[in-house]
């Protein structure tokens, strides 16, 4: 059978509807169009004795709470006899074998003669549509060509560069803001090279700053109110750090964790945590990036690049204080994904967390909450600007695979739909289309009739069973 994504459904859609290449229905119409539709034809499903989407869950206890994706109960019953119970009649008594519904609670009286199984329907898929992918080189700043420049990191619609001016032999940061145009330049000593960088709010940003032999190195945080240096000695190491709109860095000197963030410096030794454990010792990756999440001033989670066996991966540290004690718990969550080695030319590693949406990139994809959203041999990721819900961007990419060309990128993917037949999506096609005619003005008859007559050939053979035998059953 052939698969099909949401993407499918709009070319299928606007066929119907005479809309080809138009781009009359914006993206967040669409979005909302195809989850309108689904959960109509979800529901009509259900409602015509469709099993297919059909959950299980065992239950042992007479209060039960619903499973987080209950939608709609199709019975409960006892196992292994498969006995129906019934629901309670306002007027029944709590001594009869019966259940009930309450705050999202089962409630089972009387007193079962084993295991209870009840059948739920979940809730209708979410469905995601990917936005088409826009050049943006004709938006972005282009220096002059005696500057050597490259991309660092982007928030929203600023960008962070570095570029080098061959003629007086100068290195500068510039942020650009790309929809007024206005830039803001920083100039550091020619000797030095600005490898990677982050930008975040309030025209923020944190760069470290090489020498050629890049033993020693700074870290140089900037906002409207600071504007530090932080030197990494011989024996130190030290990363980027980011998280949404907050940019800084992290300096490691033995045991010993520096943390800037914006104005704030915070400092931890690692060998002080309340622990029967071993202590905590890893090599941090200089050129990744790090995350800083902060839940409360008492407990925060870094997540920090490090080098393991010659090979790039994360380290996760879950801060907290009691009573005046410091606990760390160390864990490796990203140990399935392939950063690659730190030799590799590939050094891009990102990890960020964007309205609570981990934004994370490998070698093998970026992914949004583990979601392959696309390949990093297609594309070369500049930064994620924010998750806009209201027109699916953005992502800034430089097109690898080809052009080089700057590009902005949809943050969400075409849904795969999995369904059990292929008849749902036509469904789907029609009810859209039919809204896009509807916006138009335009007559619906037709279309409507297309559907009438495909539901009732479909809803008719979910009965068509040669064992189906009709039964007459005591209802008193």
């Known amino acids: 059978m052939i698969k099909y994504t949401t993407k499918d459904i709009l070319v299928r859609a606007t066929q119907l509807a005479d809309l080809e290449n138009s781009d009359f229905i914006s993206w967040n119409e669409n979005i909302n169009l195809l989850n309108e539709s689904w959960q109509k034809i979800y529901q009509e499903l259900i409602d015509n004795g469709d099993k297919s989407f059909i959950k299980e869950m065992d239950i042992d206890s007479k209060v039960t709470e619903l499973p987080r994706d209950f939608y709609e109960l199709f019975s409960v019953e006892l196992i292994p006899s498969c006995y129906q119970i ?40 979410t469905l995601t549509l ?60 020619s000797e030095r090279s600005i490898s990677n960088g982050v930008v975040g709010k309030r025209n923020s940003y944190c760069v470290t700053e090489y020498v050629d032999d890049e033993t020693e ?27 949404n709109d ?17 104005e704030e410096h915070l400092s931890f030794d690692m060998n002080e945590r309340i622990s029967t454990e071993e202590p905590i010792t890893f090599t941090l ?47 490796y969550p990203y140990e399935n994904f392939n950063f690659g080695l730190i030799t590799d030319t ?13 934004c994370l990139v490998s070698k093998d994809g970026f992914y949004i909450n583990k979601e392959q959203i696309f390949l990093t041999d297609t594309y070369t990721l500049i930064g ?31 849904t795969f739909l999995d369904y059990p037949n292929n008849i749902y999506l036509n469904f789907m096609s029609i009810l859209m289309a039919m809204s896009y005619k509807i916006k138009q003005g335009g007559n619906v008859d037709m279309l409507g009739m297309k559907l009438s007559e495909m539901e009732n050939q479909y809803f008719d053979t979910l009965s068509r069973d040669v064992n189906n035998v009709v039964r007459i059953t005591n209802v008193y």
């Open 86 to 125: 019934h629901r309670k009649a306002k007027s029944e008594s709590e001594f009869t074998l019966c259940y009930d519904i309450e705050n999202n609670n089962l409630i089972i009286y009387g007193n079962p003669s084993g295991k209870v199984r009840i059948k739920y329907f979940p809730n209708p898929q």
């Open 130 to 189: 990917q936005n088409v992918t826009k050049n943006i080189n004709d938006d972005m700043y282009s220096p002059s060509d005696s500057f050597t420049h490259k991309l660092l990191d982007c928030y929203k619609i600023h960008y962070l560069y570095s570029y080098h001016n061959s003629t007086d032999n100068t290195n500068t940061v510039e942020l650009y803001n790309i929809k007024t145009k206005n830039t803001s330049s920083t100039s550091y000593s």
């Open 217 to 243: 190195y700074n870290i140089v945080l900037k906002n409207p109110n600071v504007n530090q240096t932080i030197a990494i000695e011989e024996g130190m190491q030290g990363c980027l750090l980011k998280n």
């Open 246 to 262: 907050e940019v800084g860095c992290i300096k490691k000197n033995g045991s010993v964790l520096d943390i800037f963030i914006n």
């Open 285 to 331: 990756d200089s050129l990744g990036m790090g995350n800083f999440k902060r839940y409360t001033d008492f407990h925060f989670v870094l997540t920090l690049p490090i080098v393991n066996d010659g090979k790039c991966t994360y380290v996760q540290l879950d801060f907290y204080t009691e009573d005046g004690n410091l606990y760390i718990e160390e864990t």
């Open 346 to 358: 590939y050094r891009k590693s990102y990890l960020n967390n964007i309205d609570d949406k981990l």
């Open 384 to 414: 994620v600007n924010e998750i806009n819900t209201d027109n699916g961007y953005g992502i800034s990419v430089i097109d690898s695979y080809d052009t080089e060309d700057i590009m902005l990128h949809s943050v969400f993917t075409n």
